[in-house]
């Protein structure tokens, strides 16, 4: 079972409710089942198995306002905070043990947040006044990028993601 959305990434985008992956555990995205009507196809083979992603056509919006709905307690984390960061690439990387400053970069204290939580070396921070729930809800309404746009990991290819997810990383 995973949180994964189809609006994170273009290989979440070919993703199904039930992913279907191979007796190696290998997703073929050219042989995902089509979902039409919401009709779920759950057969398969011995050693085949499902992923099941049951958020699959949620955005980024609709979690936020789902978080509001239910007023549910989110880490500070998701807030923005004064940080020291490094900005590669048009990425601000926040300063931590495995951040190692380049020579061309220098170390700026910047109010920012995480619009997306994940490995330290790969995810980058927005500049972002934003420090409650419908501050940040009011951004992600007018922000002209994805959250995962702040993912370094998701610009080493093209393909990245579903390469990975093609080796059954994923």
């Given at each position: ?45 011995m ?41 590669r ?68 290819s ?13």
């Open positions: 079972m995973g949180g994964a959305r189809r609006d994170e990434e273009k290989a979440r985008a070919k993703e199904r409710f039930f992913s279907h992956r191979d007796e190696f555990g290998q997703w073929d995205p050219k042989n995902q089942r089509p979902e039409l009507w919401m009709l779920l196809n759950g057969k398969k083979q050693g085949e198995h499902f992923r099941i992603f049951p958020l699959s056509n949620w955005t980024e919006m609709d979690v936020w306002m789902y978080i509001a709905l239910e007023d549910i307690a989110i880490p500070n984390l998701y807030f923005s905070h004064r940080r020291n960061v490094v900005d690439g048009g990425m601000l990387l926040a300063m931590s043990d495995f951040i190692t400053v380049r020579d061309n970069e220098t170390i700026e204290e910047m109010t920012v947040r995480f619009r997306t939580i994940g490995d330290m070396t790969c995810t980058g921070a927005v500049l972002s006044p934003a420090s409650s729930l419908s501050e940040i809800i009011d951004e992600v309404a007018a922000s002209k990028t994805t959250e995962r746009g702040t993912r370094a990991d998701d610009k080493r093209e393909t990245a993601m579903e390469d990975r997810k093609k080796a059954g990383y994923f």
